[in-house]
Structure formats: structure tokens, C-alpha cells
């Protein structure tokens, strides 16, 4: 029979591991250059700069970030459904 507290202790740790890399991740910054677009963006997928012929262009940066965004929610949905599909939650 497994110890319930240990459990406990064990989804603590890895929300703590979890928290880290999460943290790592937003610290590192990937940049790419295209022609004459630049993107930044964050481990993390979080857009940080777009420059159009070295113009930042904050319309679509934030346009960016919303698809992301809506990517991952949509990505968690499946993932939810697969869980609960497999009796994980």
C-alpha cells in the first residue's frame, strides 16, 4: 500500500522541479532573423520582440503571444481529456 504522505511529498518536489525550470526556461532568450524580421522570444514561448526592418512592431508581438497562448490551452485540453481517458487524475 503506498504512503499517502509520501505521495504528498513526492508531488511537492516536483512542483518545486517543475517551478525551476520554469523559471530557467523564462531566464533564456532565443533570437531569430529572417530577411529583414526579427523575433526574440523566451524558453518559455513568450514573444519578446518583433522588429519589421529594425521597427519593433508590438501588434504583432502581442498577436504572436495570443496564438501561443491559445495553442497551449488548447494543448492542455487534449491533455486533460487524455488523463482522464486513462484514469490519471
Known amino acids: 500500500m503506498m504512503n499517502p504522505f ?3 511529498g513526492d508531488m511537492n518536489a516536483m512542483r518545486q522541479h ?10 533564456e532568450e532565443f533570437e531569430v ?3 529583414n524580421v526579427r523575433i526574440v522570444i523566451t524558453g518559455n514561448q513568450n514573444v519578446k520582440r518583433v522588429e519589421i526592418q529594425g ?3 508590438d501588434d504583432v508581438r502581442q498577436a504572436l503571444n ?4 491559445k495553442s497551449q490551452q488548447a ?3 487534449k491533455l486533460t481529456e487524455l488523463s482522464k481517458s486513462l ?3
Not at 517543475?18 to 531566464?27: G, S
Not at 495570443?66 to 497562448?69: D, G, L, R, S, Y
Open 33 to 35: 532573423t529572417r530577411g
Open 55 to 57: 521597427e519593433a512592431n
Open 87 to 89: 484514469n490519471l487524475q
Open 66 to 69: 495570443e496564438a501561443i497562448k
Open 75 to 77: 494543448a492542455a485540453g
Open 18 to 27: 517543475a517551478a525551476k525550470i520554469q523559471q530557467a526556461l523564462e531566464a
Open 6 to 8: 509520501k505521495m504528498l
